[in-house]
């Protein structure tokens, strides 16, 4: 709706020490109801607060006398040399956040330079969103249609654009329980160009509607049929466990992304970070490891790393420094925690990314809550 009144932020955040600090100041500038739907979780949360605590279910023992100055985060993927492996995940309606929406967002990207993904439900359409991001890499979020037909369409436009890989969300075939959109009486304010052609008049719409728009029945065969129509790699976003790492393999996935949605979807469920060992252990480096679900600090960026991720995702955060700080505050967000990274990796005797990947975590002998 035209009315929809958010941010307009442009320039540095100041007090900004850690990405928690930029929650408050996004929920002081961003409506309430869409505030609610992007900071809540669903059900009773347990999910949600599992994600960051479960980073403490593994200890970096610092390794001293180990020559390291300046760490380098750089890495090479795909034939893209990235600035680190922190990479946006797809969030869905930028504009929530920020007056410009995914334009702004892309453009810090590009500044950063690391992997864009953007959502089936971006409120801005495929091509400014690839020409803000002036050539940086980028994948596409797919919320499959129910006919194929749009799907085909869809794709057909992704491929224009260059995207690299389509990543399939398998793990909200229906809205989880979000109690806070239903408090808020939250509906989109704005519409999603991209899937206009499955989802007309966004606007207005429910988050529940929106689920049921998209394909509810996905199977195995919606991967094949993505991988052999696009010709692009894709990445099964959703599996937690060895069984589905197996079953999305089978179906041609190239790569598998574990998540459980920011805790947005099935709340019961484990942390990601947990699911992450069992995952990484499945895949044995078969295919590439994306990682998103809590990630705050250059230590989870670590601990990922260390358990078997490639790349690390960051969603919310992403959409707090948009809040704040617009272009220059997304920025800013991949800028606080690659600080971070470099830090850690000096203190724990790493120098590059290869030598994370390759570092122990030791299990936490003491309690760490439960
Ligand atoms: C979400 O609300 O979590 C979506 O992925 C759209």
Do not use: C
Not at 232 to 253: F, I, T, W
């Amino acid at each position: 709706m035209s009315d929809f009144i958010t941010s307009n932020a442009e320039g540095p955040i100041e007090n900004f020490f850690n990405v928690y600090d930029l929650e408050p100041m996004a929920q002081k500038v961003i409506p309430k109801g869409a505030f609610g739907y992007i900071a809540s979780g669903a059900g009773d949360t347990f999910t949600l607060r599992e994600n960051i605590r479960s980073f403490d279910h593994k200890l970096i023992v610092p390794h001293v006398l180990m020559n390291v100055e300046n760490p380098d985060t750089s890495i090479e993927f795909d034939g893209d040399k990235l600035t680190s492996p922190i990479m946006l995940a797809p969030v869905a309606a930028h504009k929530l956040a920020h007056v410009d929406g995914e334009v702004k967002s892309a453009q810090a990207v590009h500044d950063y330079n690391t992997i864009y993904t953007i959502s089936s439900y971006s409120t801005v359409d495929l091509p400014p969103v690839t020409e803000a991001l002036q050539g940086t890499p980028e994948w596409f979020q797919f919320y499959f249609s129910k006919d194929d037909g749009i799907n085909r369409h869809i794709m057909d436009r992704v491929k224009e654009q260059g995207i690299k890989a389509i990543v399939l969300t398998t793990d909200a075939t229906v809205g989880g329980n979000r109690e806070t959109d239903a408090r808020n009486g939250y509906v989109f304010p704005v519409g999603m160009p991209i899937v206009e052609d499955y989802l007309p008049n966004g606007a207005g719409k429910t988050m529940d509607f929106v689920y049921k728009s998209a394909k509810q029945k996905l199977s195995p065969r919606d991967v094949e049929f993505i991988a052999s129509y696009s010709g692009l790699p894709v990445y099964v976003k959703g599996p937690q466990s060895a069984d589905d790492v197996e079953r999305s393999l089978d179906a041609g996935a190239s790569g598998i992304w574990v998540t459980n949605h920011g805790g947005r979807q099935l709340d019961g469920g484990p942390a990601a970070f947990d699911s992450l060992q069992e995952v990484a252990k499945a895949v044995n480096k078969r295919v590439p490891i994306v990682f998103d679900s809590g990630v705050r600090r250059g230590q989870h960026v670590f601990k990922a790393l260390a358990s078997g991720a490639d790349l690390v995702a960051i969603g919310r955060p992403v959409m707090y420094g948009l809040a704040a700080g617009g272009r220059t505050g997304v920025k800013q967000v991949f800028d606080k925690l690659t600080s971070e990274l470099e830090m850690v990796m000096q203190l724990a005797g790493t120098q590059t990314i290869a030598d994370v990947k390759n570092f122990e975590l030791r299990d936490n002998p003491y309690d760490p809550g439960f």
